[in-house]
């Protein structure tokens, strides 16, 4: 389910567009496309942080604020901005109250048993799998949040699909 966008905002200078999903849905996969398509853009995976072993949810509030400092930054300097990484909305709602951002979100969804698959095929064992879904439930999240949204379904995309529709979601702003 999307929520309905709101008029272009050409002219609005800071925004912040996340894209979000659990691992395996090829999130890091599109940042270099999307720093090729948007060079005039600053474009960070969440992951260049630093992933433990064994990701937990306090690991990705730690590294969600590591990031927010970075975009608060960039937006006081009226900078557009990409981050595609795990996020949640809740983690970021508190930022949105004294930040002149406007944020969107992109969930990239995908079916459990080809994430399962791409993350095995990674090197993922069944138990890190069954461990990372604790940080997942995207949908769930962005229903409940403040922040507007698209889905996109990567389970049968290849990354130059996903990096096509995200591009265009992005050019609408």
Not at 25 to 42: A, N, Q, R, W, Y
């Amino acid at each position: 389910m999307n929520k309905p966008c709101a008029p272009k905002l050409k002219n609005n200078l800071s925004n912040l567009f996340i894209i979000t999903g659990a691992c395996g849905t090829g999130k890091s996969s599109l940042v270099p496309g999307l720093k090729k398509h948007f060079p005039d853009f600053e474009v960070y995976d969440f992951d260049d942080y630093g992933v433990p072993e064994n990701p937990t949810v306090e690991w990705r509030r730690e590294a969600t604020l590591h990031w927010l400092e970075i975009v608060r930054d960039k937006a006081l300097r009226q900078t557009k901005t990409i981050l595609a990484g795990l996020i949640a909305p809740a983690d970021i709602q508190e930022f949105t109250r004294d930040s002149n951002l406007t944020i969107r979100f992109c969930l990239l969804d995908i079916d459990q048993e080809e994430r399962a698959f791409r993350l095995i095929k990674r090197g993922a064992t069944q138990e890190l799998i069954d461990d990372l879904e604790e940080l997942t439930d995207f949908p769930q999240w962005l229903s409940e949040s403040i922040f507007e949204y698209i889905v996109i379904d990567t389970t049968k995309l290849t990354i130059g699909e996903v990096t096509e529709k995200v591009t265009e979601w992005i050019e609408v702003f």
